[in-house]
């Protein structure tokens, strides 16, 4: 199999269009976040590198025109042995990310935000040399630690589980059954906790009908489960508003 690099997109900006056109891979209400829609916008900030630097995309040595994938993360000032993450995870990361460019502060550690392989990538353990990718990345900037509000990719299956609840069903071994935390904890990542508001995406019952093609109107109860959402969507009748909450796992990596 041919060698993955992991350029950045201050190394190959001329990648970064193809990389930002990822996002097409997810569901459309899951990039109305107000953190996503602001990352995408840093994606494309040539003028500074303090974030496409922290934004790779996957090519094979052979054919390095072609993006496979990208890996989003961000510098943020957590120190790696930080006694509580934020509850607000991923909103959070980017959040302290912006502080940190604004104050002109070096960062401490980095916060993985994305890991996305196009389809005909998929299947062949590609994430897996992702995450080694950013970590190598990390080292070599001089983090102390890479965290990651992962986004357990079975939890999908389970949406009306807490993730307290999810976490807690392990294999015979002791184990974590999600194969996307196992990937995290075979290449030395500790699971800290958990990040319950890690995400979250609001808008009227007219703004979901865009972005799912429900009418929330027309739903019974209190809740609507999407495909590939890892809680339920909350509906609020009186007000025709519906809001997105989503859990994520707080994983960290080592890095001195």
């Keep these: 199999m041919t060698r993955l690099l992991m350029p950045s997109l201050a190394q190959r900006p001329d990648l970064t269009d193809a990389v930002r056109g ?25 003028d500074t590198e303090a974030f496409p630097d922290w934004q790779f995309a996957v090519i094979a040595e052979d054919n390095p ?14 120190p790696a042995d930080m006694a509580e993450l934020p509850n607000r995870g991923w909103d959070a990361a980017i959040e302290a990310a912006l502080e940190l460019a ?3 502060r070096d960062p401490l550690s980095a916060c993985a935000l994305e890991i996305t392989l196009a389809e005909a990538a998929r299947g062949q353990g590609l994430s897996r040399s992702c995450v080694s990718g950013l970590k190598e990345a990390c080292r070599q900037r001089g983090m102390q630690a890479l965290f990651a509000p992962v ?7 389970h949406p009306l589980l807490s993730l ?23 290449l030395g990542g500790e699971v800290i906790g958990v990040a319950s508001l890690s995400m979250t995406i609001t808008g009227t019952f007219g703004q979901w009908k865009e972005w799912t093609g429900i ?14 959402a890892l809680a339920p969507v909350l509906l609020n009748h009186v007000e025709g508003v519906a809001a997105y909450i989503e859990p994520n796992v707080w994983v960290r990596h080592r890095l001195t």
């Design 215 to 228: 009418d929330f109107g027309r739903e019974p109860g209190g809740q609507v489960i999407l495909a590939g």
């Design 102 to 104: 604004g104050r002109q």
């Design 164 to 186: 307290t609840e999810f976490l807690a069903d392990r294999d015979p071994m002791g184990g974590f059954r999600d194969p996307w935390l196992r990937t995290h904890v075979r």
């Design 151 to 157: 986004r357990p990719t079975t939890k999908s299956s």
């Design 65 to 78: 025109d072609v993006v496979l994938g990208r890996v989003l993360s961000v510098p943020v000032p957590w």
């Design 22 to 46: 990822m996002s097409r891979f997810w569901p459309d209400f899951m990039l109305q976040d107000p953190a996503a829609v602001l990352m995408d916008q840093l994606l494309g900030r040539a």
